[in-house]
């Protein structure tokens, strides 16, 4: 079964992940392992995975932790609202990189960020 991840950003903000599956169980250490995918639930050793497979799940966290939590932690540094326009409808505001993602200097850090609507986000780019 699915589950839902709530990541704590700060006292009472939540970032959801969706959705997640639990792949492996420790009941002595009283902790469980997480996949962020549902093929890792297909996979005999959760926590022995081949070369290929590691680096999909590295680019998988990335996509599913760190860009959902950058978003939270910049649209909550600009106040919810655009740096530009001062529009402050959340789900029609972005969090812009101001160092591509790519790039190596391109760190997932609200210092990297800048909050933005939709519109003024396509022109920045």
């Known amino acids: 079964m699915p589950l839902i991840l709530f990541?704590?950003?700060?006292?009472?903000i939540y970032t959801?992940?969706?959705p997640v599956y639990v792949v492996d169980d420790y009941p002595e250490a009283r902790q469980f392992l997480i996949a962020l995918?549902?093929?890792?639930?297909?996979?005999?050793?959760p926590g022995h995975l081949s070369v290929p497979q590691k680096e999909y799940a590295l680019r998988l966290a990335k996509q599913r932790l760190h860009q959902p939590v950058f978003r939270t932690r910049?649209?909550?540094a600009y106040e919810t609202q655009c740096a530009v326009?001062?529009?402050?409808?959340a789900s029609l505001l972005d969090a812009a990189?101001?160092?591509?993602d790519s790039d190596?200097?391109?760190?997932?850090?609200?210092t990297n960020g800048l909050a933005l609507c939709e519109i003024h986000h396509a022109a920045c780019d």
Not at 7 to 12: A, G, I
Not at 85 to 89: E, M
Not at 97 to 100: L, N, P, Q, T, Y
Request: hydrophobic content about 45%; some cysteine; proline content about 11%.
């Open 7 to 12: 990541r704590k950003e700060v006292p009472n």
């Open 37 to 45: 995918d549902e093929s890792f639930t297909f996979v005999p050793d």
């Open 16 to 18: 959801p992940v969706v």
């Open 97 to 100: 990189h101001i160092v591509a």
């Open 74 to 76: 910049v649209l909550l």
């Open 85 to 89: 326009c001062q529009l402050k409808h």
């Open 104 to 110: 190596e200097r391109g760190i997932p850090a609200v």
